[in-house]
């Protein structure tokens, strides 16, 4: 129970903190702590990667004791290794497949001045950036 009480306090946090708040704060110790941050201070990018590697284990140690608490608990996983739901279409009309294209015309005399179609695609990022 000892080497729990000092991943938290590496990891400067509350031994009753959430999985939440044991990743918030692994991102944020392992910005200050980062070694990339002390270039052309050797001592200090020494110690960043010492501090680095602590954090790392921190992490993976809470990590696996969360999941694991979780699983006694009879809590279901966060994420599931089941296959994502099938995707919606975007909406009739701002797309067009192959099979709704003019056949073209193979004749190599004919010069072709259509101009390729529009494909407009819809990914869920796209939704919280407006």
Same mark, same amino acid.
């Given at each position: *129970?000892?080497?729990?009480?000092? &991943? @938290?306090?590496?990891? /400067? ?6 999985? %939440?708040?044991?990743?918030?704060? @692994?991102?944020? *110790?392992? #910005?200050? #702590? ?13 110690? =960043?990667? &010492? $501090?680095?590697? %602590? ?8 990590? !696996?004791? !969360?999941?694991?608490?979780?699983? $006694?608990?009879?809590?279901?996983? $966060? @994420?599931? =290794? !089941? ?30 001045? !259509? ?12 939704? #919280?950036? /407006?």
């Amino acid at each position: *129970m000892l080497d729990v009480e000092r &991943y @938290y306090r590496a990891l /400067d946090l509350e031994p009753n903190a959430s999985p %939440e708040e044991v990743h918030q704060g @692994y991102l944020d *110790m392992t #910005w200050v #702590w980062h070694p990339d941050r002390f270039v052309g201070h050797p001592r200090l990018q020494q110690k =960043a990667q &010492y $501090k680095l590697q %602590e954090l790392n284990e921190a992490h993976e140690c809470l990590r !696996s004791q !969360s999941a694991a608490n979780g699983r $006694k608990m009879g809590r279901k996983p $966060k @994420y599931s =290794a !089941s296959p994502p739901p099938p995707r919606r279409s975007p909406s009739p009309g701002l797309s067009k497949s192959p099979t709704q294209r003019k056949p073209q015309n193979n004749d190599p005399r004919t010069v072709n001045t !259509s101009r390729p179609s529009i494909c407009f695609k819809t990914n869920p990022i796209d939704d #919280w950036l /407006d």
